[in-house]
Each structure stands twice: as C-alpha cells, then as structure tokens.
C-alpha cells in the first residue's frame, strides 16, 4: 500500500509495558510510526511519574526504538474544564425529569467530564506533529495501549481493500477481551481508521472514535483485525487503573475482588441489578484461543502474558450470587 499507517495512542502506567510489548511485535510489519503520548497527569488530575522513556530503554524495545515517538505532556488539562451550556442544559432538563417524572437518566459528575476533557486533550496532541510530518492521505490509527491491530499475511491485503472500498473514516469491529487474553467480552465495539485529513482539530480524534451510531461506516469482514485487551493486568494494577481513567468510579478492592471471582463486568456489587444481569455485556467467558479470534505472535507466547486473575470457577460463583445472565 502505497499509503503510510501511523498508530497513535496514549501511555499511562508501567502496567501497561506488557501491552506495549505485545502491541509492537503484532504490528511491527505495517506499522510506519507509532505516535505516543504520556502526560504527567492523569485523566483526574493527578501528578503522576512518567514511566514510558525508562521502559523503552529495556532491550527488548530496541528493535522497534526508531519507529517509536514520545510526545510529553506537563499540562493539567483536568483543571483547566469548565461545562459547556450544552453540558449545563442537559443536565438540568435531565434532573427535572427524574424529580417531575420519576424518570432515571444517568447524571455524569463534573468531575468525569473533566476527566474526558483531559483525555480529548491529551489524545489530540499528537496532531501537530502528525501534519508536520506525514501527508493528508496517510492512514491514521487512533486507539489506546491496549487496542491492537492485526494486518499481517492475508489480512493486509483485506484491510487494503477497505481502504479502497471505504470512505474514511470507516470502522473495523474489535474483539475485546477483558482480564486476561482468553477472557472474551461479547462488547460490541468498533475501532475507527481515518486519514491525516479526517483530523482537523484535537477534537476531531475524540469524534472519530465515538461517532453517531448512524454516521458510522462499518467495512464487513470475516476476518479478526482489531483486538482490544482491557483490564489485562494483576489485580493490584487493575484496582490502580481505576484511580486513574476517565471514569469516575466507587470501586474498591472488593468490589474488583468480586467482579474477578463472578468474571463480570467492573461494578460495584451494590449496584447490580435487574438492568445489568440482562445485559450480556456483563459477563465474559473463558475460550480457547485460535488464529481466528487471536494474533499468532499472542498465541505463540500466551505463557508471556496471561495473568491468572479470573476465579476459574466464576460459573458455580455466579449460581452462588444469583447473578448469571438470564437472556
């Protein structure tokens, strides 16, 4: 393909070097660059210390160190949010109607606005130097460490074809696992493909990966392109993640003990309900692996990655706590 392909994405947490690794190895053959970003505060606001420059010096990266650029960040952009009237009035017209009407929408805080603010911040920063450096036809790859993409043997020559078929931006689902690398999450969820020319302010990162369900191209495949490992850590970086992410969240240790031990989805146990126990998305399942749901390289070295933190009885856990999905 005559057209460059660039991934750029954010760095948080020395947890995550493990992703990065696995991240750079899949994608090495068709990856130009990759472009990340590492700010010394987190999505809430939080001073933290910047890890990835220390990581990349472990020689197992210098392979890939000439194709890797750090951008960092020593701006606080939590702090610098304040809502828009548009925030302002949906959330006014929503209290009134669950105080008059006894409806129940959700009503985010401040506090995770201000969070997601960062996060559009941060993952935009990258542009300038993306238009400095590559032309408006390249392709872009706008995701996070732990989405990886697979465009190796056979699936390069699909993913061309979409580029030719599709008009950008167009999204290519995303198998997601949550835990650890066999954990599958049935999620529905797409990972978008752009060119440089797609992206035309910081905020035009944040759209692309979070369009109107109705404006969004879905180029079909039979083919595993995008893969998603989330949560993929030990626990105790599972429960530092959650201190740091975009989410607001009440989640303690033994509120992530007992996800771990019923193999669902990270909520506190207080809050489970009727909603939540039909939802399928709640539940993950343990598979076996293949090339048709795995990268080779993930599968050739699985005893590299897997973390061990799913309960492997979380069926008879879930009859235990009543909470198995009844659809």
């Keep these: ?27 090495d053959s068709f990856i130009t660059e990759w472009i990340i970003t590492e700010s010394k505060y987190t999505f809430q606001g939080k001073m933290k210390p910047m890890f990835l420059i220390e990581i990349l010096k472990q020689s197992r990266f210098q392979k890939f160190i000439q194709k890797i650029h750090c951008i960092e960040l020593d701006e606080n952009f939590n702090f610098q949010f304040e809502p828009n009237f548009k925030d302002l009035l949906k959330r006014k017209i929503k209290r009134r109607l669950n105080i008059n009407y006894n409806k129940n929408y959700e009503l985010v805080p401040y506090a995770e606005l201000a969070s997601f603010f960062s996060e559009i911040n941060q993952r935009g920063a990258c542009l ?23 465009f190796t043997g056979e699936k390069m020559n699909y993913f061309i074809n979409a580029v030719s078929k599709y008009k950008t931006p167009f999204y290519i689902k995303r198998n997601i696992y949550c835990y650890d690398f066999d954990n599958y999450s049935n999620r529905l ?36 392109l995008a893969f998603e490992y989330t949560f993929c850590f030990s626990r105790d970086s599972i429960i530092k993640k959650l201190t740091s ?7 303690d240790s033994r509120g992530v003990d007992f996800c771990l031990d019923n193999n669902i989805a990270l909520i506190n146990p207080d809050k489970i309900d009727n909603a939540f126990i039909r939802n399928s998305e709640s539940f993950f399942e343990t598979i076996t692996i293949s090339e048709k749901n795995t990268p080779l390289f993930l599968i050739n070295n699985m ?10 009885n979380y069926l008879l856990q879930r009859k235990k706590n009543r909470i198995e999905h009844n659809n």
Aim: hydrophobic residues 35%.
């Design 1 to 27: 393909m005559d057209k460059k392909i660039v991934s750029t994405f954010m760095f948080s947490d020395s947890h995550e070097q493990e992703l990065l690794w696995l991240k750079f190895n899949v994608e």
């Design 128 to 150: 300038n130097y993306l238009k400095s450096k590559y032309s408006k036809d390249d392709i872009i790859i706008t995701c996070d460490t732990d989405e990886i993409f697979d």
């Design 189 to 224: 969820r797409y990972s978008p493909i752009v060119k440089l020319g797609d992206l035309i302010s910081k905020q035009s990162f944040h759209h692309v990966r979070h369009p109107l369900p109705q404006k969004r191209i879905i180029a079909e495949s039979d083919q595993s």
């Design 245 to 251: 992410f975009a989410h607001v969240t009440d989640l």
């Design 303 to 312: 005893k590299d990655f897997e973390t061990n933190v799913v309960n492997e």
